[in-house]
Nanobody, 118 residues
Framework: QVQLVESGGGLVQPGGSLRLSCVASGITFNIHPMGWYRQAPGKQRELVASINRSGGSTRYIDSVKGRFGISRDNAKNTVYLQMNSLKPEDTAVYYC???????????WGQGTQVTVSS
C-alpha cells in the first residue's frame, strides 16, 4: 500500500524557519521525481517545489525562490522542504507527492499544517 506521510509543520513567526519531511512507503521511491505542494484556505493546491529522481535538479515557484530548498534522500525514501524567511502568505497545508512530470501520482496524504503568524 502506497503511503506518503508528511511532518514538520507548525506555528512559526514571520521570518522563521521550518523543515518539512515526507516519508514514502509502498513505492520505488528513487524512480519518481517528487514535489511539495500546498493548499491555502479557499485556494487550489499548487506546486511549490520539485526535484528530479537523483536530486540534482530542482525547481521552485517564484514566490519561494531563494527562501525554500527541496532535497531528497533516496536511501530513506524521504523528501524534505527547508523553508526559511517564512511569510504569512506561506500559511497552508503542505503535501508531498510525485512531481507533475511523473507518470504516476499517489493518493494524497494528510499533509502538514504550516501557519506563519505573529
Amino acid at each position: 500500500q502506497v503511503q506518503l506521510v508528511e511532518s514538520g509543520g507548525g506555528l512559526v513567526q514571520p521570518g522563521g524557519s521550518l523543515r518539512l519531511s515526507c516519508v514514502a512507503s509502498g513505492i520505488t521511491f528513487n524512480i519518481h521525481p517528487m514535489g511539495w505542494y500546498r493548499q491555502a484556505p479557499g485556494k487550489q493546491r499548487e506546486l511549490v517545489a520539485s526535484i528530479n529522481r537523483s536530486g540534482g535538479s530542482t525547481r521552485y515557484i517564484d514566490s519561494v525562490k531563494g527562501r525554500f530548498g527541496i532535497s531528497r534522500d533516496n536511501a530513506k525514501n524521504t523528501v524534505y522542504l527547508q523553508m526559511n524567511s517564512l511569510k504569512p502568505e506561506d500559511t497552508a497545508v503542505y503535501y508531498c507527492n510525485t512531481a507533475p512530470d511523473s507518470t504516476w501520482r499517489a493518493s494524497w496524504g494528510q499533509g502538514t499544517q504550516v501557519t506563519v503568524s505573529s
